[in-house]
């Protein structure tokens, strides 16, 4: 008997295993899809079939025609491809890829946030779990919160949850007024503004690029504010070689396959001896459970089924709008 009892499978693998063959070799025969987020360790974005940000991940789940979805990220981008794909085996390689963000909102509480506040329209992060999305009108990822929240009558009564940097950006930028709740990524949050502004005495000419989910401060010294996404589209495009990159530091493998010539830096964490800029949860996935998980089918994700019939709506309606406004096809 297989156990998943530490969230993976825990499984001997035969010595002399090439697993990245082997990992191929079990996609083909399985009609299993691996997915990435661009915060995974730079191998399993190697070996993934698709790569994405938090909306592409949604989107690649919405139109996938295999049997397995392997979503290499965290317990929530597993949760949303089910949510969407409620026939599909969708397959976590670390069930403990939680997010820091997704906790700072436990459901009961958010529920009873919402319940007080009657009249708004409920706006959530896709860093949320599946319980927070069943209390909520319309998911949004860092990639057309923006855009959706602009698609709303100007006088729109709006509930944003869970990130405060985010609501907060988002006012900034469309001046509205969103009651907020108060959650952060800590990964996010604990970008230096001291070190960035040494880094950029040392590099002239280097643009920063920042995630909304940083602290203000971070984001005020940014040539750059947008999603995993949008930073890479703006490095890959810009006529500029240096960049100092305020967000997970996984993203720089892809930034840095496709802008070989470009210099990408990790902008610092406040913590000099610790390695906060890199999430610990993405770096959960490696190619040892990928094959595992691959190998056993586990572990699966589940979500409860009157959770999922409340929580797809507010997806589906996110892809919907994002789909109207171009964002994607
Ligand atoms: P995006 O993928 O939407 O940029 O979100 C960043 C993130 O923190 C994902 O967990
Ligand atoms: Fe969650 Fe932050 Fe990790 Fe993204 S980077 S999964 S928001 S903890």
Redesign the pocket.
């Known amino acids: 008997m297989i156990s998943v009892e530490k969230g993976y499978v825990d499984a001997l693998i035969p010595e002399g295993t090439d697993l990245r063959s082997e990992i191929l070799r079990l996609k083909r025969e399985k009609n299993a899809v691996i997915m990435a987020h661009y ?1 995974q360790r730079p191998e399993i974005q190697d070996i993934a079939d698709e790569i994405g940000d938090s909306l592409a991940l949604a989107q690649m789940a919405a139109r996938s025609d295999a049997a397995i979805i392997v979503l290499c990220g ?1 317990h929530f981008m597993g949760e949303t491809a089910k949510i969407l794909c409620p026939d599909k085996k969708v397959i976590v390689p670390d069930m403990n890829a939680g ?4 906790d700072s909102c436990p459901a009961p509480d958010f529920a009873k946030f919402v319940a007080e506040h009657p009249g708004h329209t409920v706006i959530s992060y896709v ?1 949320t779990s599946a319980a927070v999305k069943a209390h909520t009108d319309i998911v949004v990822t860092s990639s057309n919160a923006k855009q959706i929240v602009e698609s709303l009558p100007a006088d729109e009564k709006i509930i944003f949850g869970p990130d405060r940097n985010l609501g907060n950006y988002i006012n900034s930028v469309t001046g509205r007024n969103m009651l907020l709740w108060d959650g952060a ?4 949050e604990q970008f230096s503004i001291e070190k960035i502004l040494q880094l950029k005495k040392l590099h002239g000419d280097a643009q920063v690029l920042v995630h909304p ?1 940083c602290r203000k401060p971070v984001q005020m010294v940014a040539d750059k504010v947008g999603s995993t996404q949008a930073l890479l589209n703006y490095a890959v495009a810009a006529d500029c070689s240096t960049f100092i990159v305020a967000t ?1 530091s996984g993203i720089l493998h892809e930034m840095q396959k496709r802008c070989p010539h470009k210099t990408f830096i990790p902008a610092p964490p406040e913590d000099g001896k610790c390695s906060c800029n890199e ?1 610990a ?2 770096k959960m996935v490696t190619l040892e459970k990928l094959y595992n998980s691959l190998r056993y089918e586990l572990p699966e994700i589940t979500v409860d089924e009157a959770v999922a019939e409340k929580a797809v709506k507010p997806i589906r309606r996110m892809l919907d709008i994002s789909r109207n406004l171009g964002l994607i096809k």
Not at 185 to 188: A, E, I, P, S, T
């Open positions: 915060y965290v997010c820091s963000l997704a860093n990524c800590h990964v996010h989910e997970e999430c949860f993405m």
